[in-house]
């Protein structure tokens, strides 16, 4: 295998990043790079990192505590990206900073409870099922205020937003359907819960950023475009 060039790469992505905020009249500032390191080693997050990188994502606890044991050295800002089950929710509670994936008031009352006082809130995004697909994870558009709202009376958690995967579409329109929705849900949350902050769109990955750029994310969260491809096994394993 080459070696993946990290540093180009994240280079390549800020980039397409300014030039989509350009092409929609948008503060480059206003997108946060969350870079997607699962699978990866923790060598190549501590590369990314010295090249400027603060954000990384991941979506397995184990995985994930095991890379954060080699990394405390860094001021690593940790997003748990992946779906957490209830047996898991105490590592995130004491070693993220933001959950993006949150579907079930179960999981949010173990995370409120086990987040140590001392701590500032955890950081969260609600993940919205947007294609209303049966199988796909996220709380339906329909039952998403009922969610807020009970989120929002729990202590120790900061409600910043929505968080959206959109199944592949056929041309840039069809893609843009899912991310607007998703931006409209929350303007409706914004006036419905204007306590809360609801300034996080998580939408975007590798192959779709500039579009979820110009429908108003302002977290795009990506993989293979700064680490390279995936071991298609891993994913297998790990799904
Ligand atoms: C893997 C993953 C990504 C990154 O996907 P790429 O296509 O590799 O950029 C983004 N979001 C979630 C939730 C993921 O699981």
Not at 7 to 33: F, G, M, Y
Not at 59 to 82: M, R, S
Not at 141 to 152: E, G, Y
Not at 202 to 228: H, K, N, P, Q, W
Request: aromatic residues 4%; glycine residues 4%.
């Amino acid at each position: 295998m080459p070696k993946v060039e990290i540093s180009e790469n994240l280079n390549r992505v800020r980039k397409r990043i300014t030039t989509s905020c350009a092409a929609c009249a948008r503060d480059p500032q206003s997108v946060t790079l969350l870079a997607v390191s699962k699978s990866r080693p923790a060598q190549d997050l501590r590369t990314a990192f010295a090249w400027g990188q603060q954000h990384f994502g991941e979506n397995y606890v184990q995985e994930a505590v095991e890379k954060q044991a080699q990394l405390t050295d860094l001021d690593i800002c940790w997003h748990f990206i992946g779906p957490l089950q209830a047996n898991k929710t105490r590592v995130v509670a004491e070693q993220f900073h933001w959950l993006h994936s949150l579907e079930r008031l179960k999981i949010a009352q173990r995370l409120s409870t086990q987040r140590k006082h001392s701590m500032p809130p955890l950081n969260m995004c609600l993940q919205v099922n947007i294609d209303n697909e049966p199988s796909k994870s996220g709380v339906n558009a329909d039952n998403l205020i009922t969610l807020a709202k009970a989120v929002a009376a729990l202590p120790n958690l900061r409600l910043r937003g929505l968080m959206a995967l959109p199944a592949p579409q056929q041309n840039a329109t069809a893609q843009s359907q899912p991310f607007l929705r998703l931006a409209q849900l929350l303007t409706q949350l914004r006036t419905q819960l204007p306590q809360h902050p609801w300034d996080t769109l998580s939408m975007g990955m590798s192959a779709d950023m500039e579009l979820a750029i110009a429908c108003g994310a302002t977290t795009v969260r990506i993989g293979t475009d700064i680490f390279g491809p995936r071991q298609a096994q891993h994913d297998l394993l790990r799904s």
